[in-house]
């Protein structure tokens, strides 16, 4: 048996933290790799910043000043806004709103996409059907336009845009889980659980759900920086946090406003750009370590 073989045998968890080639042989490690230290240190340092603004940031993040548009100094080192507030304590207070509701959407939506598509896909039938048909439906609207539809019936808040990007976000689990299980659920050894005595809820969690978890894993990591995208742009478009509240996206949208004092957005621009890019790097590198078929499949 090769090792790429027996990689895909083990459970995700206990799988080789090791890049593999289509031959099976060990390649560069995942952990030397320069992405993928790259995005680790960035979201490191994001996490840090979000539990330790209070004490990083020199200034309070909603303290109006008479430093109008001031630019980058000393005192203030990405300049200020147009009521005097200091552009990089609101951008470090920003991560404290930004980074905590992205991976609570990104779990709230794999919770309900992961159980609707096991469900979905296990039992097969009518059930298989209502939530697939359902599935059709929300993908049938473009994802932000549906967002921007359900958040504004209910009112421009950070609530009700975190309930409306749920709404548009389950439906990818549901559906990528669906199709893993159907794979899965014929196996041998799933097949081997039921005459055993095993019920198909204990069969489904036992045996079908472990082997699902890495993809939904790698999915998950990738769609935190979908995530942040998604809750900067609702804010953006005056949808989600609602001033004076320290937030990248309605950052941005007042400092469209002012193109010429160009510090006021594009220091939580670039704050928005490196968090998705590091997720979008961490996603790829859990996608080598937990999915070598995939691995295989691109180098033909």
């Given at each position: 048996?090769?090792?790429?073989?027996?990689?895909?045998l083990?459970?995700?968890w206990?799988?080789s933290?090791?890049?593999?080639?289509?031959?099976?042989?060990?390649?560069?490690?995942?952990?030397?790799?320069?992405?993928?230290?790259?995005?680790?240190?960035v979201v490191?340092?994001?996490?840090?910043?979000a539990l330790?603004?209070?004490l990083?940031?020199?200034?309070?993040?909603?303290s109006?000043?008479?430093?109008?548009f001031?630019p980058?100094?000393?005192?203030?080192?990405m300049?200020?806004?147009?009521?005097g507030?200091d552009?990089?304590?609101?951008?470090?207070?920003?991560?404290?709103?930004?980074?905590?509701?992205?991976?609570l959407?990104?779990?709230?939506?794999l919770?309900?996409g992961?159980?609707?598509?096991a469900?979905?896909?296990?039992l097969?039938?009518?059930v298989d059907?209502?939530?697939?048909?359902?599935?059709d439906?929300?993908f049938?609207f473009?994802?932000?336009?549906?967002?921007?539809?359900?958040?504004?019936?209910l009112?421009p808040?950070?609530a009700?845009?975190?309930?409306a990007?749920?709404?548009?976000?389950?439906?990818?689990?549901?559906?990528i889980?669906?199709?893993?299980?159907?794979?899965?659920?014929?196996?041998?050894y799933?097949?081997?659980?039921?005459?055993?005595?095993?019920?198909?809820?204990?069969?489904?969690?036992?045996?079908?759900?472990?082997?699902?978890?890495g993809?939904?894993?790698?999915?998950?990591?990738?769609?935190?920086?979908?995530?942040v995208?998604?809750?900067?742009?609702?804010?953006f478009?005056?949808?989600?946090?609602?001033?004076?509240t320290?937030?990248?996206g309605?950052?941005?949208?007042?400092?469209?406003?002012?193109?010429?004092?160009?510090?006021?957005?594009?220091?939580?621009g670039?704050a928005?750009?490196?968090?998705?890019?590091?997720?979008?790097?961490?996603?790829?590198?859990?996608?080598?370590?937990?999915?070598?078929?995939?691995?295989?499949?691109?180098?033909?």
């Open positions: 048996m090769s090792t790429l073989e027996q990689d895909r083990r459970p995700f206990r799988r933290l090791r890049g593999r080639t289509p031959s099976g042989r060990g390649r560069t490690p995942i952990l030397r790799q320069p992405l993928t230290i790259i995005g680790i240190v490191l340092a994001w996490l840090l910043v330790f603004a209070p990083l940031a020199t200034h309070d993040p909603l109006q000043g008479s430093d109008a001031r980058p100094s000393g005192e203030h080192l300049g200020t806004d147009d009521l507030r552009v990089l304590s609101r951008v470090l207070y920003g991560s404290r709103l930004s980074l905590p509701l992205a991976a959407l990104v779990s709230l939506s919770v309900v992961a159980t609707l598509g469900i979905a896909g296990y097969g039938g009518w059907a209502v939530v697939m048909r359902l599935c439906l929300l049938a473009p994802g932000i336009i549906l967002a921007m539809v359900v958040t504004a019936a009112g808040s950070i009700n845009a975190m309930l990007l749920v709404v548009i976000s389950w439906p990818w689990y549901a559906r889980v669906r199709g893993l299980v159907l794979s899965i659920s014929g196996a041998e799933v097949t081997a659980r039921r005459l055993l005595g095993a019920s198909a809820g204990q069969a489904l969690r036992s045996e079908v759900l472990p082997n699902v978890a993809p939904l894993l790698v999915l998950a990591t990738l769609d935190l920086g979908g995530a995208l998604l809750l900067s742009g609702l804010s478009l005056g949808l989600g946090a609602q001033p004076p320290a937030e990248w309605s950052m941005v949208s007042h400092g469209t406003q002012y193109f010429q004092y160009w510090w006021v957005g594009t220091f939580p670039l928005i750009f490196s968090v998705v890019l590091a997720f979008n790097f961490l996603g790829d590198s859990l996608r080598d370590i937990f999915d070598p078929r995939t691995v295989k499949d691109i180098h033909g």
